[in-house]
Each structure stands twice: as C-alpha cells, then as structure tokens.
C-alpha cells in the first residue's frame, strides 16, 4: 500500500460517502480510506483513520504500545445521521462529523465543546528503507487554552502552549534530558493519547490550532478522554494504560545514593553510621562500575567479595538495597558472546551489532523489544544480583542513550518504534520479579512511555547539574512529568554532575553530555551545602525521595554541622509523613491521577493557571 502511495499526492479524511453502525462503533468511509470512532470507556474515544479502508477489526489487531485496554461494547453510544453530518454520544463524550469535511467537534459532558479535529493527513515517504507516511494531525486551540504533560522537559515552564514541543527521548538535550510521553492534558478538560511511538513533535496552542505531527505510521489513531474533573481525565489514562501498582513501602522511603560507592565495606560503613546516629533510611543503592567489564551484570569480588553477608548485615539494621543494571555490553564482557550468539544486540542496516557510538565505545545494547531477551535479561539479574539479597533495580540508559532511529529491534525499525524501549525494558523485570518474588518491585528507570507506570516504576530527570537554575526548573519539570500519567519522580538531589571545584578521583564528565545553563552565581563547594539543603528540601515533598550525586560524601553529615541539623529535621518529616504518602500512593494506584500535583488539577482559575511551579 505505502509503495503505491509513495509518488501519490498527501492522503487526507476527507469526502465522506457512506456511513455504518458497527455495534456500537461508528466506521465510515472517505474518498480515500475509512475512519472508524469506537468507544473505550463512557469518556473515552478512539479514532482511527486508515488510508488503507481497512474495516474496524483489522485496524485493531495491532495492540498500540503502552495500551493494554481494549474497546468497550458495552458502552452505550447513541448514532445519529442528519443532512451533512452524524453525531454519537456516550454518557460523558459526543462528536460531530462533518460528511463534507472529515472535521470532527469533541464535546464533554453537557455539551461543553472541547476541540475540534480540523486536519487528518499522510503524507508518503520512505525511512530506514520501509515505504511509509509521515503523518500530521491537527486540531482546534481556543486562545487562552492550557497544556501540561507531554513527559519530561526541563526547560522550566509549566504551560507548554505557544512552542514546538519535542516528542522523543533525548538523554543530550541542552536543558536536561527528554523523556516523551504522547499524552496531552489541556485546561478545556480533556486529553489526548497519540498512538505512535516513532519521534514526533507537538504544537500545542500556536496560531490557534495544535498540531501533532509523527515520522512513521500508516494510519493516525488517538484516544481522547473527557473529564468534568481532572482526576476523571486520570481515570481513563488509567484504564487505558493500566495502573500504577502500590510500591513497596521502602519505595516511598529515603534512598541514599551517590557516585559511587566503591565497595562494601564503604558500603556497610555508611549504613552503619545511619544506623549509629539513628536517622531513618530504608535503601541504598549500589551504583555502576561494580563490575569488571561492563556487561558482566555481576559484581567484582574483589570490592563487593560476599554480597549475601553485606545485604544480610544491611537487613539486620533495617535497610535493603537496590542495584544498577545496564543494558550496555562490551566485548570482553562475560554474555557478550551469548547475546551475540542469539541475536539480542540493535543492528543496522546491513544486520551487523551496533557498538556504542563514535564517542561513546562502551559496548552494544541489548534488545529487550524481543521478549525472549527480555526474559534472558531478567533471569541475569535473579541470578547474579537477587540471589545474592539485592531488592531492587536500577535500569540506567534505558532511552536507550545509544539512539535506535537509524537501527534496527526486533519489533521494528529504531524509527518506528523510537521511543518503546523504556517501556518493554521495564516491562521484561517487572513480569520476572512478579513471577519470581514476593516482595513489590521498584525499579528507577531513567525514561518512560505510555503504560510504564504499571511496572513498579519510578523515575528521575537524569544527570543534572548542581545549580540554582536547574533546581528551579526541577519543579515545573516535575509536575508536567507526574501530569503524564507517571506518578513516580525523583531528580538526583543536589545534582549529579561534580562540583567545578572539588576533586574526583575518577574522572567520568567525558561520559556525559553538558546539560548546563545560565543560572546566576557559581556554586563552588564553598556555598554549595546551600544548595544542597534546599535541593533536600524539595526532595522530601517528591514522590520518590533520592539523594544523588558525584560528591566524595553525599550523606547528611557530609555538608556540615549546621546543614546536618536541618537536613534530618526534614529527614524526619518524611517519615512522619510515611502514613499520609502511603494513603496517597494507595489512591493513586485507584485512580491514576498524581499526588504531586500542580494548582491547575484542582483549582481552575487564572491566579491558579499563571502559577508556573
């Protein structure tokens, strides 16, 4: 089909000749192609628009990605066809499709308008080899209208209208990574899933309308939910999407973490200081570098010698701990030569392994897009990690930050699939530790997409930077995060990157990309413990509460004395919290909607709407 359209003018929905009920579905036939409206829940809608004219069950015998519902026949949708145009209502969503023009007016529950679909068009053009579309979607944007969501971008501004937005992950963006989620929530009340998990970009509120535009599909598909409140719009993700299960409670706890901890004995000795001083914690974490070749995904004995005595020691005081797990194998690494073997490596064009990248020659990345790797990559882990008492998983790079656009997975080329990797890696652990434990799994993973907060996920804003600036844009970052349908976020407290000033003994800034900005004044670690005490401050009130950083000390008595005193106090109020966070972790789990949440989710009114943090 995309062959035979690729020297053929743009495709659009338009021209509208014939019209069927199928159940309680409506499809409908254009000029070039069908369009099938179905309903999924009484405020959710999905379209689909197919040049191909493929009927309804052809069209949905593809599960999209991050979507594990299916339509609802139940649901009563009432169809009626006049002169030039036919309506559907459900109890809390109703269209109008114009027969002449293919544009379509969404409205909520007692017909308030919420936007109009004024463009559906393809576009034919051939990427990594495949004939295919490129595909643009546009919609109504009355002016003064809000958008949130869209995942993680950091560049400080709560309201995403009136500039381009882009929709795929980025570890090297300018102000900190991007990490793409295709669901929109606007202030009109309601919010869209785009199905497509290739790169795209969004213009949310410019010249009046919004505009999605993506780089690979054959058919434009999105789900539109309506809500009377915003918890209502949350509802739906979740339905949609799945739920976020309850974390452990160690989960919503403090984690001590830093860069790195080089043994266990350094390990233990700061485990027992928390213990000696009495100052709650419940995880820390063992990070990168355990190994002796990266893709070994076990530890080097002569540093972390009997892992089963330091977690058994570390359990006796009350603490568990969580263990990084790369997706990221050199040559000299103990599985590479299995996975090679099996095929579980991203290829390119001529089906060779990709290795690293020109700048960054550590290792091939493993493909958990094929389930049987994804079950391999876990048993690993139960193996070498949870056999010896580790509880929980770090999942770094999983964007992946070796870009899969011009590669190829298992489920399809790195263009196509752009963004999928975080969810089917998070998936692939969550699935082996369910099957394989009985405690709740928690995995920090360093991106997302749509359905990843169903597997025991939590994430952070990657390696950020130790500045006033940056913990400024933390705020705005978070809340559009947790506003995307992923109610688990942390950012390193007080940044990852090292302090201009202080010396490391291990030099790892050529690893990483410059994610720096124009904040006012050099933090040195002369004033840092500032910083730091307000970077904690803020961390208390985050769902996931997680020091970070590339700090020779980075516990609460490594900044001195007075920023000590305040650091535990605030310390402490977390756990007094502990009761109230649990309860809103359980509701969250219900309903779906955030507990960190920005003022526009609960108070609908300028003042609310101007207030970016």
Not at 167 to 195: Q, T
Request: charged share 25%.
């Amino acid at each position: 089909l995309a062959e035979y359209y690729l020297n053929q003018p743009e495709i659009s929905a338009e021209k509208i000749t014939a019209c069927s009920a199928d159940g309680n579905a409506l499809s409908v036939k254009c000029a070039r192609g069908m369009i099938h409206i179905i309903p999924y829940g009484p405020n959710i809608l999905r379209y689909i628009f197919d040049p191909a004219g493929n009927g309804r069950e052809a069209c949905l015998s593809d599960a999209p990605w991050g979507i594990s519902a299916g339509p609802d026949s139940e649901i009563p949708m009432l169809l009626k066809e006049t002169g030039d145009s036919f309506t559907g209502d459900l109890p809390e969503l109703h269209f109008f499709l114009n027969k002449d023009t293919g544009t379509i007016l969404f409205s909520g529950p007692e017909g308030k308008e919420l936007l109009s679909l004024l463009e559906c068009s393809l576009e034919p053009a051939e990427v990594l080899g495949e004939q295919t579309f490129h595909i643009r979607a546009v919609f109504s944007a009355p002016e003064g209208e809000r958008y949130y969501g869209l995942g993680q971008h950091q560049d400080g501004v709560l309201d995403l209208g009136g500039r381009e937005q882009i929709l795929w992950h980025d570890y090297s963006h300018k102000g900190g990574e991007i990490i793409a989620v295709p669901f929109l929530i606007s202030s009109r009340g309601y919010g869209i899933i785009f199905d497509n998990p290739s790169r795209m970009k969004v213009f949310p509120g410019m010249n009046k309308t919004t505009v999605w535009e993506a780089e690979v599909g054959e058919t434009i598909s999105f789900f539109l939910i309506s809500g009377r409140q915003t918890d209502d719009i949350y509802r739906g993700y979740r339905l949609l999407c799945g739920a976020a299960p309850l974390p452990p409670r160690r989960g919503l706890g403090f984690i001590q973490c830093k860069q790195r901890y080089a043994s266990q004995d350094e390990l233990l000795a700061v485990a027992s200081s928390y213990h000696e001083k009495k100052y709650p914690c419940d995880i820390f974490v063992v990070d990168w570098f355990h190994w002796k070749v990266l893709g070994d995904m076990s530890l080097d004995p002569e540093y972390w010698p009997d892992s089963s005595d330091m977690n058994r020691r570390l359990e006796e005081m009350g603490y568990e701990t969580m263990i990084s797990c790369w997706p990221r194998f050199m040559k000299e690494s103990a599985n590479y030569d299995f996975l090679e073997k099996h095929g579980w490596f991203m290829k390119d064009s001529e089906g060779h392994t990709v290795y690293g990248t020109p700048d960054d020659q550590r290792g091939a990345l493993i493909d958990t897009t094929d389930p049987a790797c994804g079950k391999w990559y876990f048993e690993t882990i139960r193996k070498n990690y949870a056999d010896l008492g580790y509880k929980y998983w770090w999942t770094d790079e999983d964007e992946p930050d070796i870009s899969p656009h011009e590669s190829f997975l298992s489920a399809g080329t790195g263009a196509r699939i752009h963004n999928i990797y975080p969810l089917t890696h998070t998936r692939s652990i969550y699935e082996g530790h369910r099957s394989a434990f009985s405690w709740r799994c928690l995995t920090l993973s360093r991106s997302a997409y749509l359905g990843a907060q169903q597997y025991g996920t939590t994430f952070w804003s990657s390696d950020i930077f130790p500045e006033w600036d940056v913990l400024k844009r933390q705020i705005p970052t978070a809340l559009n995060f947790c506003a995307s349908g992923m109610p688990y976020w942390s950012s390193d407290i007080g940044g990852w990157q090292a302090l201009p000033d202080e010396e490391s003994q291990e030099d790892y800034h050529s690893l990483l990309i410059n994610t720096s900005s124009d904040g006012k004044g050099k933090v040195t670690s002369l004033n840092y413990p500032e910083l730091y005490v307000r970077w904690f401050q803020f961390g208390v009130f985050c769902p996931t509460f997680r020091t970070h950083g590339t700090r020779k000390g980075n516990e609460v008595w490594s900044y001195g004395k007075t920023a000590e005193r305040i650091l535990v106090k605030y310390l402490k109020l977390r756990y007094r919290l502990m009761p109230y966070i649990y309860s809103l972790a359980y509701q969250t789990f219900r309903t779906g909607a955030p507990f960190m949440r920005a003022l526009w989710m609960d108070f609908n009114d300028p003042q609310a709407a101007a207030v970016q943090d």
